[in-house]
């Protein structure tokens, strides 16, 4: 199974902010990597595909990047409805697999 | 707008066989180029994907699971359905159905539904 490592597990952030989250995947996964949004009580929302395209609906400030086994989630400027958990998911291979998720908070 | 909709029981017994259905409105799950599947998320834990079936009949299962789960799908009611056996309060978690396009991530969520194993 591809192993996907998230860093941090957990951050604190200000209104503002430039948040960015790392997931490394124990091997190569070209561009097939998705970042997803939970908060508590709710079903993931989907932000990213393909590393770094936006979902439907989803706003700018999100942004993906990188390919391969290393990848990044940014969010430009922090606001209040972004506090929440932060899961990256590869779809490269069977099993699918999830990181560990990292919780922004304030 | 696509939604998906699980429906269950909210408690199992330890051992008994857990069984789950989804379904679909606005869109069929007999769509070219999905795949629908479902993925759980114990209490205060992470993400974990239990298994998958493309629009064509293919079907994946994630291997930690494989023994015990079954996928089966009702195009005439647009719905599919897990069953997942001998189950132990590891099993406990909220459940989702979700939908995931061929060659890009997960687009869709139900709202989830929290099973919970105990005697």
């Known amino acids: 199974d591809i192993q996907m490592t998230q860093s941090p597990s957990s951050l604190s952030a200000s209104i503002g902010d430039r948040v960015t989250i790392t997931c490394r995947a124990s091997q190569g996964i070209s561009n097939y990597l998705a970042w997803f949004q939970q908060k508590p009580g709710k079903a993931p929302k989907s932000l990213i595909y393909?590393?770094?395209s936006l979902q439907s609906g989803v706003p700018s400030k999100f942004s993906g990047s990188g390919s391969g086994t290393d990848f990044t989630l940014t969010i430009s400027t922090l606001q209040p409805e972004d506090f929440a958990t932060y899961y990256c998911?590869?779809?490269?291979?069977?099993?699918?697999?999830f990181g560990g998720g990292t919780k922004v908070e304030i | 707008q696509l939604q998906l909709q699980e429906s269950g029981p909210g408690l199992v017994k330890p051992s008994e066989t857990l069984s789950l259905t989804c379904t679909v409105s606005g869109g069929s799950i007999s769509s070219s180029n999905y795949y629908w599947g479902w993925i759980r998320q114990p209490p205060g834990k992470g993400l974990e994907w239990i298994a998958s079936f493309y629009y064509s009949g293919s079907t994946y299962y994630n291997p930690s699971l494989k023994s015990r789960v079954t996928l089966s799908v009702d195009t005439s009611k647009n719905q599919f359905s897990l069953k997942l056996s001998s189950v132990t309060a590891a099993d406990t978690a909220v459940y989702y159905c979700?939908?995931?396009?061929?060659?890009?991530?997960?687009?869709?969520w139900g709202q989830g539904t929290l099973v919970t194993v105990s005697s």
């Open positions: 998911q590869q779809y490269s291979v069977y099993p699918l697999t």
């Open positions: 393909a590393a770094s």
């Open positions: 979700a939908r995931r396009l061929y060659g890009s991530g997960i687009d869709y």
